[in-house]
């Protein structure tokens, strides 16, 4: 069985406390009175380092085809 989280937040639109929960495009914060409220929060992403482009897996520079 896969319940939601335990509350956190508070709803946008009633201030009542919110559920962490699960869908196809990832988690996000849903009032916990739903259906009766249909608060919803994102989660936000941490954002991830870029990383350098001069490390690749063949380990030297790109050579042009002739």
Known sequence: MNLPEALSETCPKCQAKMRKR?????????????PDCTGARAISKPIAKRTSRSSNKTGGSRKPKP
């Open 22 to 34: 699960k869908s196809s495009n990832g988690p996000f914060w849903s009032c916990s009175r739903y």
